[in-house]
């Protein structure tokens, strides 16, 4: 008898119903609740020998490069994309979504780009439990700051603390971690970055600014000009994670 967490290589190809060539060297795992829009235009965009392996999940060719993309919300989700696909041959994911704001550091506008993650979203630890922070890849790092700077992309560059209960932040709770010096929370990110740290794999955050926590924005305060600008900002991740995807083998430590 074997059991997921002994599953090899084989046996998640076999699981997907795939053979090697079909995985993809790249991920994008974008954390949202609504996934209709988002699965549409990676469609679009991956349209080239497209494959459906999941309700959330569109996997095709982009400039040569064979890139997945999977839509999830929270830590269990994240999980079983990067888990599954990573021990059947993926090498990069790229964690994309959105974060409150802990800092002044960030403003509406920048794509942040994760250097760490607080492990609090209660899947990570898991598959890192001797760590309570995870890293994302320094490479992918410094090749994500390289490329906002060469078409002038608004960013910042920090950590973030993962949770897996947004509705009960608190003013104290944010001030904690803002004290903790985390620029951003999320749901997903640490499960991403520990899960692909725990396969050898490489892993890297890319967030919008949602809603700022410090100065008193919630998801339900929204006005016309931070729209357009997440609007502006997910496509401009977008950007960022199709370089990394179609550049990730040249890009090395």
């Known amino acids: 008898m074997k059991l997921y967490g002994e599953f090899l290589k084989e046996d998640w ?12 060297a790249s991920f994008v795992v974008h954390g949202e609740w609504e996934h209709d829009d988002n699965l549409k235009l990676w469609s679009e965009l991956l349209k080239d020998e497209s494959w459906l392996p999941k309700w959330n999940t569109v996997i095709g060719d982009y400039r040569e490069t064979k890139i997945g993309f999977a839509n999830v919300y929270g830590a ?23 974060c409150g704001g802990l800092t002044h550091d960030v403003k509406y506008g920048d794509i942040l780009i994760v250097t760490e993650a607080g492990m609090q979203d209660g899947a990570s630890q898991w598959y890192l439990p001797d760590q309570d922070v995870v890293k ?4 992918m ?3 994500a700051i390289s490329y906002c700077e060469k078409k002038g992309y608004s960013y ?12 009960l932040e608190t003013v104290d709770m944010v001030n904690k971690w803002s004290d903790n010096g985390y620029t951003g929370v999320d ?8 899960v692909a740290k725990k ?12 809603d700022h926590l410090t100065q ?14 997440e609007l502006e900002t997910d496509d401009r991740i977008r950007d960022v994670a199709l370089h990394l995807s179609t550049q990730s083998v040249n890009i090395v430590k």
């Open 156 to 167: 910042s560059i920090g950590r973030v603390i993962s949770t897996s209960a947004m509705l």
């Open 216 to 229: 008193g924005d919630t998801i339900y305060s929204y006005t016309k000009n931070r729209e357009e600008l």
């Open 76 to 98: 269990p989700m994240a999980t079983n994309i990067v888990h599954q696909f990573g021990a059947a041959g993926t090498d990069l994911f790229i964690q994309t979504g959105y």
């Open 13 to 24: 190809l076999k699981a997907l119903g795939a053979w090697e060539e079909k995985i993809p």
């Open 187 to 194: 749901m997903e990110t640490a499960t991403t970055l520990a």
């Open 141 to 143: 790092v410094n090749e």
């Open 136 to 139: 994302a890849d320094e490479a």
């Open 199 to 210: 396969l050898n794999k490489k892993a890297i955050g890319l967030l919008n600014l949602s």
